[in-house]
């Protein structure tokens, strides 16, 4: 461990955690609105005109890839690349950085699945009463809600990381 740290040093470490963040919330993400578009599948077959209801809770479950995308902007942004040139970080200082990144990593990655849950069970909304499928999309704002959470909380650390 100590040769990892020596060779790629506090920038290593923050980078990994951006990588992270947004490996695992687009895998959450993929994940999630596969689940969504499976579901979705058999409606649309039967109902196509129900396509766009359908279409709308299958990318729900997407926005967690975009919070990590926007948490590695952040952790590009306090290192400095955007003003000409990576900030050296020290062992510790790219571990705050790291340890920033776990909040939408973790958050990012287990609430597209749960969201992605509450979509697929929301396809039903659509197939049996096409007009209620508003109150599906609401069921799946509350998880998105703790997304929007964790994201916040990778980005207020990350704004007093260094």
């Known amino acids: 461990m100590q040769v990892l740290f020596e060779t790629f040093g506090g920038q ?4 990994l955690g951006a990588a992270l963040a947004v490996v695992l919330c687009c895998v959450g993400s993929a994940k999630g609105t596969g689940m969504v578009g499976e579901a ?3 409606v649309v077959s039967e109902t196509p005109e129900h396509f766009s209801k359908c279409l709308i809770l299958q990318v729900l479950p997407g926005t967690q890839g975009l919070y990590g995308i926007v948490a590695w902007f952040f952790v590009l942004f306090t290192l400095g690349a955007f003003s000409g040139g990576i900030v050296s970080l ?5 571990m705050v950085v790291f340890c920033s990144c776990l909040p939408i990593a973790i958050g990012g990655f287990l ?4 969201q992605a849950r509450v979509a697929a069970a929301s396809i039903n909304i659509v197939a049996k009463k096409p007009n209620e499928a508003s109150k599906g999309i609401i069921l799946c704002g509350i998880v998105e809600f ?3 959470l964790s994201l916040l909380a990778t980005i207020l650390l990350l704004m007093n990381a260094l």
């Open 40 to 42: 979705a599948a058999g």
């Open 111 to 114: 609430s597209a699945i749960a």
């Open 146 to 148: 703790y997304a929007i």
């Open 90 to 94: 020290t062992i510790s200082q790219g």
């Open 12 to 15: 290593g470490l923050a980078f």
